[in-house]
């Protein structure tokens, strides 16, 4: 769960928000380096009044600023590369939900059994009970088990909707006529919010 003034990420639950968080580090770190580099040079530029010529139209340097960002790019794009496919991977789910987003409430139905299903709507502001959070809380949770990989299903049946929980590193969008699949596995118990 997020807390006030919170800088970062939620706190990973599941391994390929443990992954998005080292990426998000990763790349960060390549950001600070070439943002101080920059600043560095700027700042080296004018304070110095000192202009060396041979350097203006060196063929050296123009290679040099020309590879190295090539080489920063691979940096960031193999590992984006690695989490992008480990996110599509579905190993063979034991369990499948199936989400159905409406202009004011979610669909679940646990396709593995029959006859379960259920409306999952938000509980208004008025009847909302001390300690409960606002726009978060809803009247039928859904109950997943942890260490499983579950797929989830999502589509809509009206308009545009966006099925996220960010603690588990999910965003799926609910579009209606098409059906998106995810899949998410809870590495510890807990209560996860979403929207």
Request: glycine content about 4%; proline content about 6%; hydrophobic content about 45%.
């Amino acid at each position: 769960m997020a807390y006030p003034m919170q800088l970062g990420f939620q706190d990973a639950t599941s391994p390929i928000m443990e992954e998005l968080l080292h990426f998000h580090d990763h790349t960060l770190m390549i950001v600070f380096l070439i943002s101080s580099l920059v600043l560095y040079v700027i700042s080296l530029m004018l304070t110095t009044k000192l202009t060396h010529t041979s350097t203006m139209d060196a063929q050296e340097v123009e290679t040099i600023w020309t590879i190295l960002p090539a080489i920063i790019l691979i940096l960031i794009a193999l590992p984006s590369l690695r989490i992008l496919y480990m996110m599509d991977e579905i190993n063979n789910p034991s369990l499948t939900v199936k989400t159905m987003g409406h202009q004011w409430y979610w669909s679940y139905e646990y396709t593995d059994y029959e006859d379960l299903s259920f409306d999952s709507y938000m509980i208004p502001t008025s009847e909302l009970k001390p300690g409960e959070l606002r726009l978060l809380e809803v009247d039928n949770r859904v109950v997943l088990p942890m260490e499983m990989t579950i797929r989830m299903l999502v589509s809509s049946e009206d308009v545009l909707h966006s099925w996220a929980v960010p603690s588990l590193g999910l965003k799926t969008d609910a579009i209606p006529g098409r059906l998106n699949q995810t899949t998410l596995m809870s590495a510890r118990p807990g209560l996860y919010y979403g929207q």
